[in-house]
């Protein structure tokens, strides 16, 4: 039975439990509602894990509820990328200027898992599985949920959304409340493999994330506790080597004989992966406005749901999560203000990283093997050591940093003009010194 005076969070996925946690915190009464079963006592949906890289935002959040350690527990550290080329040696790219920092695999689910106990736990949380959200009146706080007993009535003070790029809080608000929405989907698509232990052991190095660029598509390989790595290939959707023109056991072999032959030995169910591992959509999601007045809201990917090629999709909605925390502090628990207040700060942020994750699909698809780009990498960490703090890459503020995105996306643009002037002044100078050198002579 529901409570009036309950916070609602519809979705009891990564986003939601800790936004649970974080709410019960508070000494709010909050109610979690989740379409799906209990996921502690299910199977994982086939093909659907996608490995998180956990990093400095999405650490900061947990720790702020004591979470980390048992969290990282279960993590593996990722110092760099490992780039396989379709011939010639592995090269290892590393991450940070000291090859010491590492952006950190683990389970979407593990993690799930371990955020939704938690919430639980909490005193005043209460949670409903099961539970599909059919209708919401943003103003008053009405939701219509149907159920395996049948359609339930509930109400809240305040509704939030935090279900996912698909988000059913999104539609009804779309529907009743004068949202507008984009939803612009990339040609390409996502389909996961497995590389199992050999032996008992890592088939690969664990310390790395292993991409195999290959200029229109890329495969990358994250590793998981049971030594296992989660493979994921982002592939175009049609035309050729796509998921639509690949399709029987004979072109499996061969497509992947010819652009992944590594993996061949490395994947004894390669075939059968391929053929009934569904493949996932990718896309970007926004919306506008994220609230209405202080009774209904979206949060993490139900407002703005990103590409996964910078690895921050859970950073940046658990980055939401302390933004929303920070606003009611500063606003006594108003969510009429808070509300407003979370979205004007949290908006250029999440379309920033938006606009980082698009581009760095081309550089992991396109850059990563090219020498021009390893040359430009060692360039930019011999700037970081050279003046430590003043030049920063784009790449550690993103990852290890809780720099906003925003100011990330500004900082890094100015010091691509900084050091773009200084190469071109350097060009100039030499060009002259080579000028004068020959009328010397």
């Not at 090859?99 to 005193?123: C, F, W």
């Not at 749901?305 to 009611?328: H, K, M, S, T, W």
């Not at 938006?354 to 992991?364: D, G, Q, S, T």
């Not at 030499?430 to 009328?439: C, D, F, N």
Request: proline residues 6%; charged residues 25%; contains cysteine.
């Amino acid at each position: 039975m529901s409570d009036p005076d309950e916070i609602a969070v519809v979705g009891a996925g990564l986003a939601g439990c800790l936004l649970a946690c974080f709410l019960a915190r508070r000494g709010l009464r909050v109610a979690l509602y989740e379409r799906r079963p209990d996921p502690r006592t299910g199977a994982v949906e086939r093909g659907r894990s996608i490995n998180l890289a956990l990093s400095e935002r999405g650490l900061d959040a947990l720790r702020r509820i004591g979470l980390d350690k048992q969290v990282m527990a279960d993590a593996l550290p990722m110092r760099g990328r490992v780039i396989h080329p379709v011939h010639g040696e592995l090269d290892f790219q590393p991450y940070s200027h000291d090859g010491q920092r590492a952006i950190n695999s683990i389970s979407r689910s593990a993690l799930n898992n371990a955020l939704l106990t938690a919430a639980a736990e909490q005193p005043g949380v209460r949670i409903a599985f099961d539970h599909r959200l059919t209708g919401l009146d943003p103003r008053t706080g009405e939701m219509t949920y149907e159920t395996p007993q049948g359609v339930v009535q509930e109400k809240a003070a305040v509704v939030l959304g935090a279900d996912g790029a698909g988000s059913a809080v999104r539609a009804q608000l779309l529907a009743h409340a004068g949202l507008t929405e984009s939803l612009d989907f990339l040609d390409y698509g996502y389909k996961e493999l497995r590389i199992p232990a050999r032996d008992g052991e890592f088939a690969l190095a664990p310390d790395a994330l292993h991409i195999w660029p290959r200029g229109t598509s890329m495969m990358i390989a994250l590793p998981n506790p049971d030594r296992s790595f989660t493979c994921t290939l982002f592939w175009p959707n049609s035309g050729t080597s796509s998921f639509a023109s690949i399709g029987s056991p004979a072109a499996i072999e061969r497509h992947f004989t010819e652009h992944y032959p590594d993996l061949i030995e490395l994947a004894p169910t390669l075939v059968e992966d391929y053929r009934h591992n569904p493949v996932g959509l990718l896309g970007t999601v926004r919306c506008t406005p994220w609230h209405v007045g202080g009774t209904a809201a979206l949060i993490g990917d139900a407002a703005h749901a990103i590409v996964p090629f910078y690895g921050q999709g859970a950073n940046c909605a658990f980055e939401d999560v302390v933004e929303l925390d920070r606003c009611l502090d500063e606003t006594a628990g108003d969510w009429t203000r808070a509300l407003p207040l979370y979205e004007e700060r949290r908006r250029d942020n999440t379309e920033a990283i938006a606009k980082m994750a698009l581009a760095n699909f081309v550089e992991m698809r396109d850059k990563v093997a090219s020498p021009v780009f390893q040359l430009q990498k060692k360039v930019e960490h011999a700037l970081e050591r050279a003046l430590p703090g003043r030049y920063v890459s784009r790449y550690e503020l993103v990852s290890f940093s809780t720099v906003p995105y925003a100011q990330v996306w500004r900082r890094v643009r100015r010091q691509h003009r900084v050091v773009g002037a200084a190469v071109g002044a350097g060009a100039l100078l030499a060009v002259g010194a080579l000028l004068k050198g020959r009328r010397g002579a």
